[in-house]
């Protein structure tokens, strides 16, 4: 009896011994190959899928409240019937300045609001929103900029509201960067295509080498996945194998190219000069004369407004912040000396590098045999004690002929940053993640945030600077891949996720809308050397009086 019920026992241990073997090696296939599994079991995978990490449940609902925090407007179906002429026609749009209640007078201080109309290509308006708008306040005699805050009123009406930052005339601009139409696209494109920008890998053991696609997402074939996740963050990365050598063989990574795939109809809601980043004319005035300010009216009314402006071609901050001019060597020698800065993202922080080596004379850079698109880069001021270093961020990143092992997680670098009152942490990471769905950059800015905090706490006096995305010049292409609105989307979600941390931000969102240049990804040399002269105020802060 008692022989019996043991080896009823052992019969039980043993199945779920078996039960749980396969429970765990079928986990390891879904962490290796998440489509490759759904392939095995004959399900369809025709969209490639983005395997992440678990959430916290914390992590999950911050994901889900970012998420409906930026949730863009219903925007059209592209039903069969839509012509292009249904869809809206900046040429027929039109903005009007609205007067001051009290009659058309607007003094340093006050707002502006302007009202925007949208109109189809038969001069009809258009009875819904989710277009996608710029507005600036400028005047170039005296090289005088604001952004302006664009509010959808869902009805094909818009509302722009500019703070009067300075006396003389104002000159507003508004641009339509995509119709609501074209945002329907862009949301298809994330939705079905999110690899359409590809990458590669050259695998190589003595001479034998082969070239596999790679990407966060990887479409279903009976080619078997290399696991590059990182085992610290959770950050995905695959790459098909190689037929003949193994994953470790891995030597570079590149970008592989991008092909987006539209259809006739969608290809016409993206054309340069006719519904691509144009601007929409006035009805009536297209100027204000703006008066001193009058003296019940407080500075701290623009507050909630922009974060600065410019004023005679330099920014200048609205808040606490005071943004020195740093216009020598020797001033920015001073305020670097002493100092260790550590720069890591994509070629928009790169600039910063480049801005700095090229500033001071004495900043000699090191060579470490890295191309100039790539990194590392790192150099010194031996008497001065100033050490600036570049990372690029890890995948996906389109930089070519990176070496493998330069592929760092910017949380893991952060990590090996010791800190300290001289310590100055700066990233800059969004133009790369533009075609892959927001969660996976709301994943790595968790990451990211969660080194950043961890900094913060074993040492204190660490100054960490994040540099947002920026509005740039606009291609038919180049939407498809690079949109502002989906660089929009992205700085909207950093915003929110660093609010309340000791962190400061280089705003190079309203530091490129607001300036008479014409948007760039890389922003042209004045806009750069005004993000150093803000990246210097913070490391070296004016003393108030």
Same mark, same amino acid.
């Given at each position: 009896m008692v022989s019996f019920r043991c080896l009823k026992y052992a019969a039980i241990f043993v199945f779920l011994a078996v039960f749980v073997f396969i429970l765990a090696h079928f986990n390891m296939d879904v962490l290796e190959s998440p489509c490759q599994i759904q392939h095995k079991v004959n399900f369809s995978c025709p969209v490639p899928r983005l395997h992440l990490q678990l959430l916290s449940n914390d992590d999950a609902l911050e994901e889900r409240l970012l998420l409906d925090s930026i949730a863009w407007p219903e925007t059209p179906s592209l039903s069969a019937s839509l012509s292009l002429e249904q869809?809206?026609?900046? %040429?027929?749009?039109?903005?009007?300045?609205?007067?001051?209640?009290?009659?058309? !007078?607007?003094?340093?201080?006050?707002?502006?609001?302007?009202?925007?109309?949208?109109?189809?290509?038969?001069? $009809?308006?258009?009875?819904?929103?989710?277009?996608?708008?710029?507005? /600036?306040?400028?005047?170039?005699a005296l090289g005088a900029g604001v952004a302006g805050k664009v509010l959808d009123l869902l009805n094909g009406s818009y509302s722009a509201v500019f703070s009067l930052l300075w006396e003389g005339s104002a000159q507003v601009e508004v641009t339509l960067v995509h119709p609501s139409e074209a945002v329907t696209v862009l949301q298809r494109l994330t939705r079905e295509q999110p690899d359409r920008v590809y990458f590669r890998s050259v695998f190589r053991t003595g001479s034998v080498s082969e070239s596999t696609i790679c990407n966060v997402f990887l479409r279903p074939t009976q080619q078997p996945l290399c696991n590059y996740t990182d085992i610290n963050t959770g950050e995905p990365w695959f790459c098909y194998k190689p037929k003949s050598l193994s994953c470790d063989a891995r030597i570079d990574h590149s970008t592989g190219g991008i092909k987006p795939k539209l259809n006739g109809k969608e290809n016409t809601l993206f054309k340069r000069g006719v519904n691509l980043k144009v601007s929409i004319k006035a009805s009536g005035l297209t100027s204000v004369n703006v008066l001193p300010k009058m003296k019940e009216v407080k500075s701290s009314s623009v507050k909630s407004g922009p974060s600065g402006y410019y004023y005679k071609d330099e920014w200048r901050a609205i808040g606490d912040t005071t943004v020195s001019r740093f216009s020598t060597s =020797?001033?920015?020698? !001073? #305020?670097?000396?002493?100092?260790?800065?550590?720069?890591?993202?994509?070629?928009?922080? /790169?600039?910063?590098?480049? #801005?700095?080596?090229? %500033?001071?004379?004495?900043?000699?850079?090191?060579?470490?045999?890295? =191309? $100039?698109q790539v990194g590392p880069f790192m150099a010194l001021d031996n008497a001065n004690n100033i050490l600036v270093t570049f990372h690029c961020h890890g995948p996906p990143i389109r930089f070519t002929g990176v070496p493998a092992m330069a592929l760092h997680s910017i949380?893991?670098?952060?990590?090996?940053?010791?800190?300290?009152?001289? &310590?100055?942490?700066?990233?800059?990471?969004?133009?790369?993640? =533009? &075609?892959?769905? &927001?969660?996976?950059?709301? /994943?790595?800015?968790?990451?990211?945030?969660?080194?950043?905090? $961890?900094?913060?706490?074993? %040492?204190?006096?660490?100054?960490?600077?994040?540099?947002?995305?920026?509005?740039?010049?606009?291609?038919?292409?180049? %939407?498809?891949?690079?949109?502002?609105?989906?660089?929009?989307?992205?700085?909207?979600?950093?915003?929110?996720?660093?609010?309340?941390?000791?962190?400061?931000?280089?705003?190079?969102?309203?530091?490129?809308?607001?300036?008479?240049?014409?948007?760039d990804l890389h922003p042209p040399p004045p806009i750069i050397k005004n993000m150093i002269n803000v990246l210097l105020s913070y490391i070296c802060p004016q003393k108030r009086s």
């Amino acid at each position: 009896m008692v022989s019996f019920r043991c080896l009823k026992y052992a019969a039980i241990f043993v199945f779920l011994a078996v039960f749980v073997f396969i429970l765990a090696h079928f986990n390891m296939d879904v962490l290796e190959s998440p489509c490759q599994i759904q392939h095995k079991v004959n399900f369809s995978c025709p969209v490639p899928r983005l395997h992440l990490q678990l959430l916290s449940n914390d992590d999950a609902l911050e994901e889900r409240l970012l998420l409906d925090s930026i949730a863009w407007p219903e925007t059209p179906s592209l039903s069969a019937s839509l012509s292009l002429e249904q869809t809206t026609d900046p %040429a027929h749009s039109r903005f009007t300045i609205l007067p001051e209640k009290g009659g058309q !007078q607007w003094h340093v201080g006050d707002q502006l609001e302007v009202m925007i109309k949208m109109y189809d290509f038969h001069g $009809r308006p258009k009875k819904s929103g989710g277009d996608v708008l710029l507005a /600036r306040l400028h005047n170039q005699a005296l090289g005088a900029g604001v952004a302006g805050k664009v509010l959808d009123l869902l009805n094909g009406s818009y509302s722009a509201v500019f703070s009067l930052l300075w006396e003389g005339s104002a000159q507003v601009e508004v641009t339509l960067v995509h119709p609501s139409e074209a945002v329907t696209v862009l949301q298809r494109l994330t939705r079905e295509q999110p690899d359409r920008v590809y990458f590669r890998s050259v695998f190589r053991t003595g001479s034998v080498s082969e070239s596999t696609i790679c990407n966060v997402f990887l479409r279903p074939t009976q080619q078997p996945l290399c696991n590059y996740t990182d085992i610290n963050t959770g950050e995905p990365w695959f790459c098909y194998k190689p037929k003949s050598l193994s994953c470790d063989a891995r030597i570079d990574h590149s970008t592989g190219g991008i092909k987006p795939k539209l259809n006739g109809k969608e290809n016409t809601l993206f054309k340069r000069g006719v519904n691509l980043k144009v601007s929409i004319k006035a009805s009536g005035l297209t100027s204000v004369n703006v008066l001193p300010k009058m003296k019940e009216v407080k500075s701290s009314s623009v507050k909630s407004g922009p974060s600065g402006y410019y004023y005679k071609d330099e920014w200048r901050a609205i808040g606490d912040t005071t943004v020195s001019r740093f216009s020598t060597s =020797s001033a920015i020698g !001073q #305020c670097l000396k002493g100092k260790t800065v550590h720069l890591y993202g994509d070629s928009t922080v /790169r600039q910063w590098f480049e #801005c700095l080596t090229a %500033a001071l004379p004495d900043l000699k850079e090191f060579d470490l045999h890295s =191309s $100039r698109q790539v990194g590392p880069f790192m150099a010194l001021d031996n008497a001065n004690n100033i050490l600036v270093t570049f990372h690029c961020h890890g995948p996906p990143i389109r930089f070519t002929g990176v070496p493998a092992m330069a592929l760092h997680s910017i949380a893991n670098e952060v990590d090996r940053v010791v800190g300290g009152i001289n &310590t100055v942490v700066v990233f800059g990471i969004w133009a790369h993640f =533009s &075609t892959f769905p &927001t969660e996976l950059y709301i /994943r790595r800015l968790q990451n990211i945030r969660r080194a950043v905090v $961890r900094l913060l706490e074993r %040492a204190p006096g660490t100054l960490v600077v994040i540099r947002t995305a920026n509005p740039k010049a606009m291609t038919p292409f180049v %939407a498809l891949t690079m949109s502002d609105w989906y660089a929009m989307q992205l700085d909207k979600v950093l915003r929110i996720m660093f609010k309340g941390l000791n962190v400061h931000l280089v705003d190079a969102w309203e530091m490129v809308l607001a300036h008479h240049l014409p948007h760039d990804l890389h922003p042209p040399p004045p806009i750069i050397k005004n993000m150093i002269n803000v990246l210097l105020s913070y490391i070296c802060p004016q003393k108030r009086s």
